[in-house]
């Protein structure tokens, strides 16, 4: 009984990720804006944990998707100097991942936004 209760909770577990769990995308614009970095702005969801990358600093964390949101955090992030356009993008994708976005998924297109910020992205796998 109890092996089927632990199974029962990696199912539930995988259920609650499945949605973008091993998907990869590219940032294509941050709050209306053309990525500052497009060659390096990035976000990825494993099974468990988000990460993005914005071209500067790394964040990442544990996620979940819950009622079409996804609920991020604690999120950690390096602490590099970041000055510009690149600087406002990271601080405002750190700002949409700490609340809490819906997200909207159409062919290989990414939409998360919150109430503040929005970023489009493009799928790379």
């Not at 390096?40 to 969801?45: M, N």
């Not at 700490?98 to 489009?120: I, Q, T």
Request: proline share 4%.
């Amino acid at each position: 009984m109890a092996g089927v209760l632990a199974l029962a909770a990696c199912a539930g577990a995988g259920a609650a990720h499945a949605p973008l769990a091993g998907t990869q995308w590219q940032i294509v614009r941050v709050d209306g804006a053309a990525s500052a970095a497009p060659d390096k702005a990035r976000i990825a969801f494993d099974a468990a944990r988000i990460s993005a990358n914005v071209g500067c600093n790394g964040m990442g964390g544990d996620y979940r998707v819950e009622g079409g949101r996804v609920i991020a955090g604690p999120l950690i992030a390096t602490q590099m100097f970041c000055d510009g356009p690149v600087w406002d993008q990271e601080q405002a994708v750190s700002a949409l991942l700490a609340g809490a976005p819906a997200f909207e998924r159409s062919g290989r297109a990414l939409r998360l936004k919150s109430a503040g910020h929005e970023v489009e992205a493009r799928r790379l796998d």
